[in-house]
C-alpha cells in the first residue's frame, strides 16, 4: 500500500478515467465514494465517454464530468490521474493530463507512463480468490492509501417516474446469444407477475435493439440513459440477463433476478442488493421459468407508493 492519499494537497484534483460501459460505470462509483470519504476535500472528476456521462450525473461525490478528450483533462490541471480503464486511449488521457502521479493496474500496457503502479486486486485485499469488479476497482483506491473498509452499493441518482401502477423491469437483451434467455420465458415471467404480484411489466433495450415480440406488454426500447434510470428507480424488481441495467437496478436497491449464461457471476453478479443469481452448467436456455419464479418468491419485493393522475 502506498500514502499518496496524505501527500495530497487539501482540495487537490483528482481525474478518473473510466471511458466506458455501462456495467463498469456503475461499478467504479463504490471506489468514488471510498476516495471521498477517506478524502471529502478532493475534488473529482470522471473522463467518460458521452453516452455513459448520464451514470455519474448528479453524484456529490463527482466535481466534473469530462468527455474523453485532451484538452479537457488537462485543462482540469489534476494532481493525480487514476486510470481505471486500461487500453490505448485511457492510456494516452492519462499522460495528456499532465498529471505529476499517474495511476495505473500493473497488468495495463504501457507501464511506462504510470509511476504509480497498481498490484492485482487479490494481493491488495489479501485473497486468492476471483474478486468482483466492484472490488477490483475498490483495491485501487486501498492501495492509494484509503483504509481497507467495507466496499459500499454503487451510486447513481434519478427521480423516479410518476406512475399508476407498480412495476418490474425486465431485460431480455444481452451482448450475445449464449447471455441471452429465451423470449418465450420471459414472457411466461411477466404473465406471472401480473397474475401472482399485481406487477406490470415494462420491456426495456437499447437503441437498435428489437422488443417487437413483446409488445403486449409496455416495451421501452433506444431511450436516453435519463430515461432508463428513472424507469429502473421507480421498479419494484428487476430481471434480467447480466448486463448493465441489472447493475443499475442493484446500485438503486432493487431486489435483482439476473440470469447468467457464459459469463462469471463471481466477477458480475449484482452488488450489494438483494439477488438471485441463476446460471446453469448446460447453459443460459436451461434456466426453467419455474426457477425464476422461485428466486422471485425469495425476494423481498414491494409495491412503493403509486403516483396517481390528479
Known amino acids: 500500500m502506498t ?3 496524505e501527500r495530497l494537497p487539501p482540495s487537490a484534483r483528482v481525474a478518473i478515467v473510466r471511458l466506458r460501459s455501462l456495467g463498469d460505470c456503475v461499478l467504479t462509483t463504490p471506489a468514488i465514494s471510498l476516495l471521498k470519504q477517506a478524502r471529502p476535500d478532493l475534488r473529482v472528476a470522471v473522463v467518460v465517454e458521452p453516452a455513459f456521462a448520464p451514470l455519474f450525473e448528479g ?19 489534476p494532481r493525480l490521474t487514476v486510470n481505471l480503464h486500461g487500453g490505448g486511449t485511457s492510456a494516452w488521457l492519462t499522460l495528456a493530463s499532465r498529471a505529476p502521479l499517474r495511476a495505473g493496474f500493473q497488468h495495463f500496457r504501457f507501464q511506462p507512463l504510470y509511476n504509480i503502479r497498481i498490484p492485482r486486486a487479490q494481493e491488495i485485499l489479501g485473497v486468492q480468490s476471483t474478486v468482483h469488479t466492484a472490488e477490483h476497482l475498490a483495491s485501487a483506491m486501498f492501495f492509494l492509501g484509503v483504509p481497507q473498509c467495507e466496499i459500499p452499493r454503487a451510486r447513481i441518482f434519478a427521480t423516479p417516474r410518476p406512475r399508476t401502477r407498480p412495476y418490474a423491469v425486465l431485460h431480455p437483451m444481452a451482448s450475445e446469444p449464449g447471455k441471452t434467455w ?41 431511450a436516453s440513459l435519463d430515461e432508463v434510470k428513472s424507469l429502473i428507480a421507480g421498479a419494484s424488481l428487476f430481471i434480467g440477463n447480466d448486463s448493465g441495467p441489472a447493475h443499475m437496478a442493484a ?27 441463476l446460471t446453469s452448467p448446460r447453459g443460459i436456455d436451461s434456466i426453467s421459468v419455474a426457477e425464476v419464479a422461485q428466486a422471485i418468491e425469495r425476494l423481498p419485493v414491494s409495491q412503493p407508493l403509486v403516483f396517481r393522475p390528479q
Open 251 to 277: 446500485a438503486f436497491g432493487l431486489p435483482v433476478v439476473a440470469l447468467f449464461g457464459s459469463s462469471k457471476p463471481e466477477i458480475w453478479r449484482p452488488w450489494r442488493t438483494e439477488s438471485v443469481v
Open 59 to 77: 453524484n456529490p461525490d463527482i466535481e466534473r464530468i469530462f468527455p474523453p478528450r485532451a484538452s479537457e483533462i488537462f485543462g482540469w490541471r
Open 182 to 222: 429465451p423470449a418465450s420465458n420471459f414472457l411466461a415471467v411477466a404473465a406471472s407477475l401480473e397474475k401472482q404480484l399485481g406487477l406490470e411489466s415494462v420491456f426495456i433495450a437499447g437503441l437498435g435493439e428489437d422488443l417487437t415480440g413483446f409488445t403486449r406488454y409496455a416495451t421501452v426500447a433506444g
Open 3 to 5: 500514502n499518496l492519499l
